[in-house]
């Protein structure tokens, strides 16, 4: 802007040269000044990312999981009904599997499962090497549900189900306990809960939920078929599996299956404990909510300490004025329009808090990269995280240097309005 008539502060280099002079002036007041601005942004930047760690850490684990997927199991009957008492054990079974692939066009994947019961002890022995692991049946159909990648070998397939194959896949941390460091396992045998089976594959988990509790690591899955045969289950079922089809929502999908899983197996259709379930898109819906209310309580509570500065400078500003008492006078009365006035000090206000946020910024984002780094070390030496990623997007860091600048504009004001109501005649006569 030129000195005193108009066009653009920032090309004013008068006007910033007077600024710079006036914080030198008074370092200690200026640096005071802005702390709190600073404290404030930086306080912002930690909160919001350690806010986005926590929802990285745990939604990271829910995503790759089909987000729209139930699952049903079941429990001991609350109601006596159709000659059957109350408290009554009953299990689905493979008519179950046909009648709802055939008659729920809802239905996306649908993928029965048994649960191998752990013995007292080890139950996987390999040569003279032997470890406890938590054993599956299962169809291909489930690694859609819940992803897991073959880091080795293959996926369990439709031709293992329907030849009843005693094949298995087997997660990494069986690999470690049974075989040596250098050792392929494709191809080899395992004897589990005294059956032997070939390893076809050795897969890792894409998410942390286990349904069936364990580590996810230590999984040994078989076709469905073959486990149902070899450990003499019959035709029983433990567990279902399910997503719903595009359109579809898997919340009225899970009310549909609950209520023929019950017709069919003879259970009251008013009972709510028999038949369990739950699905994963209320859960995600619920985390997500849970997520923006912490980001929303970050804001808040950072704006609020970022408030807390930008009063400290509007009343520094307001005892500038009071010293510049003499100064503003003189430049009225040869002829300093209330506009100049207004821009000078709006312009040393915004100066003082967009330089002591961007140092709040720049040392919040500096921290959360050397957490992220120690985060990244931590993962690769094998330890489970629930911190991962502290970021700040683009759009945060741009919504909190525009904070700044508004904040700053308004820090301003006051003061100026302060300034331009003093008349010159009364400000020359002013003494300090």
């Not at 601005?37 to 990285?56: C, D, H, P, Q, T």
């Not at 938590?134 to 996926?155: A, C, E, N, S």
């Not at 040994?220 to 929502?249: E, L």
């Not at 709040?360 to 911190?387: R, Y």
Request: with cysteine; hydrophobic share 45%.
């Amino acid at each position: 802007m030129e000195g005193q008539g108009g066009g653009f502060v920032m090309f004013d280099l008068d006007l910033w040269n007077e600024i710079i002079s006036a914080l030198r002036k008074n370092r200690m007041r200026s640096f005071m000044t802005a702390f709190g601005v600073f404290w404030g942004i930086f306080m912002l930047i930690l909160m919001s990312g350690a806010g986005k760690a926590l929802e990285n850490g745990v939604l990271d684990g829910v995503r790759a999981f089909a987000t729209n997927s139930a699952f049903f199991w079941t429990e001991r009957t609350s109601i006596p009904y159709a000659g059957f008492q109350r408290g009554r054990r009953w299990d689905y079974d493979n008519d179950d599997i046909k009648y709802l692939r055939d008659n729920v066009k809802e239905i996306e994947y649908l993928s029965p499962r048994l649960f191998g019961w752990q013995q007292n002890g080890d139950n996987t022995v390999r040569g003279e090497r032997t470890g406890s692991f938590q054993m599956f049946g299962d169809y291909p159909d489930y690694f859609k549900i819940d992803r897991w990648t073959p880091v080795k070998g293959r996926l369990m397939n439709e031709i293992d189900i329907l030849q009843k194959r005693k094949v298995c896949n087997i997660g990494e941390r069986v690999v470690e306990v049974l075989f040596d460091k250098d050792e392929d396992p494709i191809g080899q045998y395992l004897k589990i809960s005294g059956v032997y089976f070939q390893v076809i594959g050795v897969i890792h988990a894409e998410t942390r939920i286990n349904i069936g509790g364990g580590k996810k690591e230590e999984t040994i899955i078989i076709p469905f078929s073959t486990m149902q045969s070899a450990y003499n289950y019959g035709n029983r079922v433990h567990f279902f599996s399910v997503t719903s089809k595009k359109g579809n929502k898997v919340s009225d999908l899970e009310a549909k299956l609950q209520r023929i899983l019950k017709e069919r197996h003879k259970v009251a259709p008013d009972d709510l404990q028999a038949v369990g379930s739950f699905n994963i898109e209320k859960e995600f819906v619920k985390f997500s909510a849970l997520f923006l209310g912490i980001q929303v309580l970050t804001w808040i509570v950072g704006l609020g300490t970022l408030l807390a500065g930008i009063i400290g400078v509007s009343n520094i500003m307001l005892v500038i004025i009071k010293e510049r008492t003499q100064e503003i006078g003189i430049q009225r009365a040869i002829g300093a329009t209330p506009a100049v006035i207004i821009k000078h000090i709006v312009a040393e206000s915004v100066f003082l808090t967009v330089m002591a946020g961007y140092v709040g910024l720049s040392l919040g984002v500096g921290i959360l990269e050397i957490l992220n780094q120690i985060l990244i070390k931590s993962a690769d030496s094998g330890s489970e995280l629930f911190f991962r990623n502290p970021e700040i997007n683009l759009g945060m860091a741009l919504a909190a240097l525009g904070v700044l600048v508004i904040a700053g504009m308004f820090a301003g004001l006051i003061p100026a309005k302060r300034a331009i109501s003093i008349k010159p005649i009364d400000a020359l006569r002013d003494e300090k």
